[in-house]
Every structure is written in C-alpha cells, then in structure tokens.
C-alpha cells in the first residue's frame, strides 16, 4: 500500500518518537498499542481489498445454469493450433481475433467464426509479427463471408521483421482496404460490453518482450493474454501494474507458449484460478511443475491438444475443451 494512499484515507504510520503520532504511542500501555496495531492492520487489509478487483470463479467441465445461452456471455475460444497463437473472442455480437497462428490453421479458425455466426470481425489483433501469430492473417482477410474493421498491430505499419512476416501481412491489408492502426500502451478498446487494455512492455529487450498484452475486463470476469511475454516482461508487468492489482486475473494464457518460467512476482500479481497453453504439453514438459512450484491451486490446459471454450457471465466462468484436432461446431457450444 502507497503511502500517499494511506493518508489520502486518513491513515499513517506509527512514527518513531517524533510528531503528534509518535508521541500519542509512547504513551500508550502495551495493551494499548497491540488494540491500536490490530487496528491499524485490519485498516490497511480492508483499503487493499478495496484496491483490488472483485474475482469471478472459474468451472472446469461443470455444466452452467439452464439460463446460459440466454445471458449476454463474453466467450474466449484458444484455438487448437499446435503451438501457434490464435484467439478468438466474440461478446454481445461483436468479435475480434488475436493472432491468427501460422496460416496452417485457417480451417479451425472459420470453423469456430461460423460455429457463432461471426460474419464481421471488428478487430484484427496482432500481438506481434512472429510466423506462428501473424502468418495466418492473409489467407483469412482472402476469405468470402467476412468483414473486417480494423487491423491493430503494436508495431508501425511500415515495420520490418527479419522474415518480411508484417510486410506481407500489409500488403494484404492494403490490397482490401483494410484500415491499419498501431497500438499505443494503456490504449483501451471495447468488445460489446467488455474493455480491453493493451500493455506493452516499452523496455528494449526484444521483439517478444515488446509484443502486446491485453488485460480483459467483463464485468467481475477478468482474464490476461500475455502474448509472448519472456520473464524479463514479465517482471516489467509485476512492476508497473502489480502493486495495485492492475494484473489480477481469473484466466492467464501462459507467456511464450509456456517455454519461459513465471517470475514468482509476475504469479503472485496475476494469481490465476487457470492457465492456458498455446502449446502441447510434450512440448513444453517442465510448464507442469513449474506452475505447481508458482501456483499450486492454479488450473492447466494446453489448448494445442484441443480448443479451449471459456466463457463467462461477468460472475463466473465455465470452461472446457474439445478432443484434439476437432472442429468447433455451433452444437460444441450448447452446454
């Protein structure tokens, strides 16, 4: 708890022998001081739950309420994609990808476009120009049946990368007259009736460390997609948002397909109920332990051995995941 906080709620510290509080506790009885310390203590824990957002509970393979289908849900779908980056999210009609895998992925992603109905994406999402995040935005903007508002991108959109992956991307979005928008750190956007904040860590250690994070607010819900945040990001996050519960999260996607460790500030910040693996689990086997030894309540699934479906209410999340390489239908939805 900041010290500007405290007094901006009427609270200080003891002092130390000096001014009008340092004084009133020297003359104190030892009783008096353990009231005033319990006080003082149970003062500061209240302010900091106050700080910190309300948590959603999360339902592994639980069936919901009857009424489900009938709420307005923000639904989150980790494409099953090997170990490529592909997310889809849809609320209150709205929809937006994040990433779009390799490009050998097209099918999954459409399928689970049309299992919702989704026609119109409002937001293209590029965390970064990697072969397995970006790669598929050409062959999905080709597609018949769909309409795309905007294509947001941390980077310029004169950007090269070593392997020309945002040259080509552009030149495809220019094509179809796509617009192009470059992302700005602490930016919000808004999907139906959920906000989302893009962090970036504006340090200077490399292209993934710079890719861009979103942190989803629906309601009670909140979820966390780290990109592919390595442990130097990662403890840039815990630094600059985890103080004031600005991380907190309900679902976590693991950084960086779960190759890198989570710092144990970086996990304590964010203390996710679940993680999500863009991955399969014989690719990365130490992620298992390394997230017990971290968060030991915490769920695991890799969504590289079958999509993942989380969808949540504002209050709860239920979540499950499909066989591997299985195609989302609209059926896979109904619970």
């Known amino acids: 708890m900041r010290k500007m906080n405290m007094e901006r709620l009427g609270l200080r510290a003891i002092g130390r022998g000096r001014g009008r509080h340092g004084k009133r506790a020297a003359q104190r009885t030892p009783m008096e001081n353990q009231r ?30 009857e009424d489900w289908a009938q709420r307005p849900l923000l639904r989150i779908i980790a494409i099953d994609a090997n170990r490529n980056d592909a997310m889809l999210l849809t609320c209150q009609g709205e929809a937006m990808l994040v990433d779009s895998a390799d490009g050998c992925s097209l099918a999954a992603i459409c399928a689970a476009a049309d299992a919702q109905q989704v026609t119109s994406f409002k937001y293209l999402f590029s965390t970064h120009s990697d072969t397995d995040h970006i790669w598929g935005f050409p062959g999905l903007v080709h597609e018949e049946g769909y309409a795309f508002g905007e294509f947001l991108s941390p980077n310029p959109e004169h950007y090269r990368d070593k392997e020309r992956n945002h040259e080509r991307v552009t030149y495809a979005l220019r094509k179809l007259e796509i617009p192009y928008r470059q992302l700005e750190d602490g930016e919000l956007l808004t999907l139906g009736g959920a906000s989302l904040r893009v962090m970036r860590c504006m340090e200077n250690l490399g292209a993934n460390a710079r890719s861009a994070a979103l942190y989803i607010s629906y309601g009670e819900s909140r979820a966390l997609l780290t990109a592919d945040a390595e442990s130097a990001a990662m403890r840039y996050y815990a630094d600059q948002y985890g103080a004031d519960g600005q991380l907190r999260a309900d679902i976590m996607k693991a950084p960086h397909h779960g190759i890198n460790a989570l710092p144990a500030e970086f996990a304590e910040a964010v203390s996710p109920e679940l993680i999500f693996v863009t991955n399969l689990e014989r690719n990365v086997p130490r992620y298992r332990g390394r997230v017990r030894q971290a968060l030991p309540e915490a769920g695991l699934m890799f969504c590289g051995e079958g999509s993942v479906v989380m969808e949540t209410d504002g209050e709860n999340w239920y979540v499950w995941q499909l066989p591997n390489n299985q195609l989302l239908t609209a059926e896979d939805l109904v619970r």
């Open 36 to 65: 005033h310390a319990r006080r003082f203590s149970l003062a500061c824990l209240m302010t900091l739950c106050l700080c910190l957002p309300a948590r959603a509970d999360v339902y592994i393979d639980r069936t919901p309420p």
